[in-house]
T-cell receptor, first 115, second 116 residues
Framework: DSGVTQTPKHLITATGQRVTLRCSPR?????VYWYQQSLDQGLQFLIQ???????AKGNILERFSAQQFPDLHSELNLSSLELGDSALYFC??????????????FGPGTRLTVL | QQQVKQSPQSLIVQKGGISIINCAYE??????FPWYQQFPGKGPALLIA?????SEKKEGRFTISFNKSAKQFSLHIMDSQPGDSATYFC???????????????FGKGTKLTVNP
């Protein structure tokens, strides 16, 4: 158990809908990262938050957005869903600012299925 | 320049054998190279990591070899066990001191099967 929690574990929805994925980082970790894992693209970085502020964006679609709240939990919002958005979405956290190297600890993931 | 190339895509090894997975990177600014292990239905778990100022790091049966001039690094699993059967991902990132994002750039993964 990494200490990172994600809810829900599974999500099944229809095209055009909007969903919210939730992540709680390890206690004390200030950085949260979101990654998408699909069979064809592998693990792709989406977005990073550090202590409530957006730090970096990766291959994140404009239909997707995220935020990190004062209690450091994060939510990833996916809207106007398409079939191709079906994937595993992972959240990771790291104690950036307390260490030199970026040990990221991954949650169990949310499996999103868009029908 | 952000790519990390990983090979082989799949690997079958007999119990007790040595598993070797290779990765190559392009961005010379990367200074942190972790390996993650992922079992079906689970999130990636950090296995072992190396910095570019050392050429080898060993933790139990797992060893990372790093060749900075060739921009390559590899994972060796000694005495491979059926319980090691999983997908292994190499990754690379920048450290916090570089001021950029410490996002991980992952290889495509290697599915390892260890036969009993």
């Amino acid at each position: 158990d990494s200490g990172v929690t994600q809810t829900p574990k599974h999500l099944i929805t229809a095209t055009g809908q909007r969903v919210t994925l939730r992540c709680s980082p390890r206690s004390g970790d200030l950085s949260v990262y979101w990654y998408q894992q699909s069979l064809d693209q592998g693990l792709q970085f989406l977005i990073q938050y550090y202590n409530g502020e957006e730090r970096a964006k990766g291959n994140i679609l404009e239909r997707f957005s995220a935020q990190q709240f004062p209690d450091l939990h994060s939510e990833l919002n996916l809207s106007s869903l398409e079939l191709g958005d079906s994937a595993l979405y992972f959240c990771a956290s790291s104690p950036r600012g307390r260490g030199f190297y970026n040990e990221q600890f991954f949650g169990p993931g949310t499996r999103l299925t868009v029908l | 320049q952000q790519q990390v190339k990983q090979s082989p895509q799949s690997l079958i090894v007999q119990k007790g054998g040595i598993s070797i997975i290779n990765c190559a990177y392009e961005n010379t600014a990367f200074d942190y190279f972790p390996w993650y292990q992922q079992f079906p239905g689970k999130g990636p778990a950090l296995l072992i990591a190396i910095r570019p100022d050392v050429s080898e790091k060993k933790e139990g049966r797992f060893t990372i070899s790093f060749n900075k001039s060739a921009k390559q690094f590899s994972l060796h699993i000694m005495d491979s066990q059926p319980g090691d059967s999983a997908t292994y991902f190499c990754a690379a990132s920048l450290s916090s001191l570089q001021g950029g994002s410490e996002k991980l750039v992952f290889g495509k993964g290697t599915k390892l099967t260890v036969n009993p």
